[in-house]
């Protein structure tokens, strides 16, 4: 399955005899999944099976769904009308009004009421069903599509933002032993001081020396990095729903990212920290968009 975005189009139109029938339907981003219907009355029975063809396609994402239905363009509402019911209300109420003495007014829009109408509405369900039934699939097809092109789109984007992070993590990389030797160069400097002010026990101030080092060491935050790097580049050429996915790998990275960052008094690396979290949240915002 190719990555989505979950925003898409689709739409379709299917026409018979007497009626056209189109679907549009649209999709934006969404935690779970929402769709909405708004159609004619006369096919409401008709939207628990569409929303499950819908179901059975889509994983997640807020779904608008619009059915029209009008008459073809070579049929209108006369064409329905019973020429043998407007014939017996014209000749029953004419002696009604006749001793009445009253002037009617007509409308010949006023013998469009359903009681004037042709009784075929089972065979016009049957017709607009088929219709319905043919555009929708058609727009369910269309929207994939939609989202696929965009989904291609968006790992493009991602696969960029993961390109500027690993060229800023290289510059933790490269300065991370830099770093450690330079904080233990200080440290030492600083007793130094301290031997010519105060007894001090080496044995004890060796200890504390070590564990502070091992304390600000971000060799095991790297080493972590590039296990989540490598995950994220595989999950970016799965066919996999990655979505949810990528939300979690952000996290992980933000989580190291974070703590090199916290640890590190270092220009060079507190730099390309800031730079590494800024495409992380670049990413987690695209991730977004993604089934």
Do not use: C, W
Not at 68 to 74: H, L, Q, Y
Not at 81 to 110: H, R
Not at 114 to 126: G, H, K, M, P
Not at 255 to 280: C, P, Y
């Amino acid at each position: 399955m190719t990555a989505q975005s979950m925003t898409g189009f689709g739409q379709s139109v299917s026409q018979s005899e007497n009626f056209v029938v189109s679907v549009e339907m649209k999709s934006v981003n969404n935690r779970f999944k929402d769709i909405r219907f708004k159609m004619p009355s006369t096919l409401n029975s008709h939207e628990i099976e569409l929303k499950k063809e819908m179901t059975d396609t889509f994983s997640r994402g807020s779904f608008d769904v619009y059915v029209n239905v009008k008459r073809a363009e070579n049929k209108n509402r006369f064409d329905d009308l019973d020429e043998k019911k407007v014939s017996q209300f014209i000749q029953k109420v004419a002696g009604m009004i006749k001793a009445e003495g009253v002037t009617p007014t007509l409308s010949m829009t006023d013998l469009l009421r359903s009681e004037f109408l042709i009784e075929q509405d089972e065979v016009n369900q049957d017709d607009l069903s088929g219709l319905l039934f043919s555009s929708f699939k058609a727009a369910v097809v269309e929207l994939k599509k939609s989202r696929e092109s965009e989904g291609e789109k968006l790992i493009k984007v991602l696969e960029k933002h993961l390109d500027n992070y690993k060229t800023q993590f290289k510059v933790v990389e490269g300065n991370a032993e830099h770093f450690k030797s330079n904080v233990e160069e200080k440290l030492k400097k600083r007793v130094d001081e301290y031997k010519a002010l105060v007894n001090v026990d080496q044995s004890r101030l060796l200890q504390e020396v070590v564990f502070y080092l091992e304390k600000i060491d971000i060799h095991e935050e790297i080493n972590r990095i590039h296990s989540h790097l490598e995950k994220f580049e595989n999950l970016l050429k799965s066919n996999n729903d990655v979505g949810r996915q990528i939300d979690f790998l952000v996290q992980e990275l933000g989580r190291e990212t974070n703590t090199i960052g916290s640890k590190s008094t270092m220009k060079e690396i507190s730099d390309a920290v800031v730079q590494m979290k800024l495409q992380l949240e670049k990413m987690r915002e695209q991730g977004l968009n993604i089934e």
